[in-house]
């Protein structure tokens, strides 16, 4: 079925408010992939201006943005092809990844986040699913849908991060981060915290099927590194993730911050980078 410019061959994944297609552009023969969006979940305005924003994001740990469009009822993003899925499948098939495959993967996150915050990006919704793997052999990772979270209504946005409210930052609990803040990018650096130690363990640092139990230890940091599963992880590994689980938003380590700890810094001078 031809939308557009584009050929659409197959669902390749379907997130909470999108659905995902393998496309071919008619006339350069390239594949690429298609993101449709209900409009019934977009917010009103600011569409327009979003998008040229994520047009001009240019990072190899980023999904490129190719071009975009809309019919009455849906948006189409067309974006770059990813082939290695989601960082979350490779979690789940793995358990866990050794510290230096953790480091690898937590590097790359801070140096997309750095650039993305440099130029006033916030991803607000950052979780393995939306950390896809570029191809299925190696760690290299993209990083997909910032930006959305201002294309989504406030109710769609909300309703989703809150239906996995394990990966959000205690002041988004709080509802303060709508207002401008010096800060805003620190949910992002949380969300870094929570990914690196799922990473190191195969769990996340906060859960409870009881949501008001789960709501209170996000909100109070309270969070441990069980012995029989950290007990021959580094110190540096723990603390740094310490440093990004801090409730205060001020203090939180900052993407440029992160890339300067020890955990990250130490030792990989002498990893050869992955092919
Ligand atoms: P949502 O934001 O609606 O949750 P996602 O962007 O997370 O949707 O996409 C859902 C799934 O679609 C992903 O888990 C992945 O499997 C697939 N997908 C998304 N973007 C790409 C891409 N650029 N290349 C290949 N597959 C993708
Ligand atoms: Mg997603």
């Given amino acids: ?18 659905v995902v297609f393998l496309v071919t552009e008619k006339k350069t023969k390239k594949q690429w992939a298609m993101k449709i969006i209900d409009k019934k979940s977009s917010s009103k305005g600011a569409l327009e201006t979003e998008i040229e924003i994520m047009k001009k994001v240019e990072h190899p740990n980023i999904v490129k ?8 009822d849906k948006i189409y993003l067309v974006v770059e092809l990813v082939t290695g899925g989601p960082l979350f ?35 607000r919704d950052l979780k393995p699913e939306n950390l896809l793997l570029k191809t299925p052999t190696d760690l290299n990772i993209a990083l997909s849908d910032f930006g959305l979270s201002k294309i989504l209504s406030d109710e769609v946005f909300m309703k989703t991060t809150c239906g996995t409210p394990s990966y959000v930052a205690p002041e988004v609990l709080n509802n303060i981060t709508n207002t ?5 990018e620190a949910v992002d650096m949380w969300g870094v915290g929570v990914i690196t130690y799922i990473l190191l363990c195969g769990f996340p640092p906060f859960y409870s099927e009881d949501i008001r139990k789960l709501f209170e230890s996000i909100l ?17 590994a723990k603390h740094f993730i310490n440093c990004l689980l801090t409730v205060e938003p001020s203090k ?3 993407a440029a911050q ?6 990250i810094v130490d030792g990989n001078q002498s990893e050869p980078l992955p092919h």
Avoid: C
Avoid at 65 to 72: A, K, V
Avoid at 220 to 236: H, L, R, V
């Fill in 1 to 18: 079925m031809p939308i557009g410019d584009y050929e659409l061959h197959k669902e390749i994944g379907k997130g909470a408010f999108s």
């Fill in 220 to 236: 109070s940091a309270n969070y441990d590194f069980p012995a029989e599963y950290w007990g021959s992880i580094s110190k540096e």
């Fill in 180 to 184: 401008p803040s010096a800060y805003s």
């Fill in 65 to 72: 943005m190719h071009e975009y469009f809309e019919s009455t």
């Fill in 258 to 263: 992160a890339l300067e700890h020890p955990w």
């Fill in 89 to 123: 499948d490779r979690i789940v098939d793995k358990k866990s990844f050794s510290e230096k495959e953790a480091k690898l993967v937590t590097k790359q996150l801070l140096e997309s986040l750095k650039y993305l915050h440099s130029i006033g990006i916030v991803h």
């Fill in 252 to 254: 939180r380590y900052s």
